[in-house]
T-cell receptor, first 111, second 115 residues
Framework: GQQVMQIPQYQHVQEGEDFTTYCNSS?????IQWYKQRPGGHPVFLIQ?????EVKKQKRLTFQFGEAKKNSSLHITATQTTDVGTYFC???????????FGPGTRLSVLP | DAGVIQSPRHEVTEMGQEVTLRCKPI?????LFWYRQTMMRGLELLIY??????IDDSGMPEDRFSAKMPNASFSTLKIQPSEPRDSAVYFC?????WGSGNTIYFGEGSWLTVV
């Protein structure tokens, strides 16, 4: 079945440093979504990517969808303590049947 | 608009007891999902409904778990009997349609502890 992996599992950065998490799917995706979950909170939708090679930006966050639509990345420039949380990618397969969450990357930002 | 509403927010129960978690999806959303989150297994899809009909329950762990959606504005997830390994955060989520362009909205979760 469809599998979605994320690396790294954990990342500790100093405030002001950049951060990147990578998402890889075992199958080609129709779209990919990114969610953020603060400690003790619930996943909150950040963005969706649909097109091959698509790049979207939200302030300090840059999202990219791979050319083969099997991988994606989230890059945060100059992290802040408010960026702390777990970042999940979630992909919809090409048949529109399976929507699978990755295991998440937990980000800690040291002030 | 009110978001996805779950209750209870926190529950502590003894092993063997029945647990019922409740969810009210966002009005107009045709799809409802139940997820379980643990440190070990991450976010797992248990079951989802389309127009109140269960579509995929392959993620339901075992017969102790059951879910119902009697109408468009209410769903329950029941565990009977509960076991300590059921301790987790259970999220209900909903979305308007299925496919590209949908956004899944999560409730705040029900934190279950079985002792």
């Amino acid at each position: 079945g469809q599998q979605v992996m994320q690396i790294p599992q954990y990342q500790h950065v100093q405030e002001g440093e950049d951060f990147t998490t990578y998402c890889n799917s075992s199958t080609t995706l129709s779209n990919i979504q990114w969610y953020k979950q603060r400690p003790g909170g619930h996943p909150v939708f950040l963005i969706q990517l649909v097109k091959s090679g698509e790049v979207k930006k939200q302030k300090r966050l840059t999202f990219q969808f791979g050319e083969a639509k099997k991988n994606s990345s989230l890059h945060i420039t100059a992290t802040q303590t408010t960026d702390v949380g777990t970042y999940f990618c979630a992909g919809l397969d090409n048949y529109g049947q399976n929507f699978v969450f990755g295991p998440g990357t937990r980000l800690s930002v040291l002030p | 608009d009110a978001g996805v509403i779950q209750s209870p927010r926190h529950e502590v129960t003894e092993m063997g007891q029945e647990v019922t978690l409740r969810c009210k999806p966002i009005s107009g959303h045709d799809y409802l999902f139940w997820y379980r989150q643990t440190m070990m297994r991450g976010l797992e899809l248990l079951i989802y409904f389309n127009n109140n009909v269960p579509i995929d329950d392959s993620g339901m762990p075992e017969d102790r778990f059951s879910a119902k959606m009697p109408n468009a504005s209410f769903s329950t997830l029941k565990i009977q009997p509960s076991e300590p390994r059921d301790s987790a955060v259970y999220f209900c989520a909903s979305t308007r349609w299925w496919g590209s362009g949908n956004t899944i909205y999560f409730g705040e979760g029900s934190w279950l502890t079985v002792v």
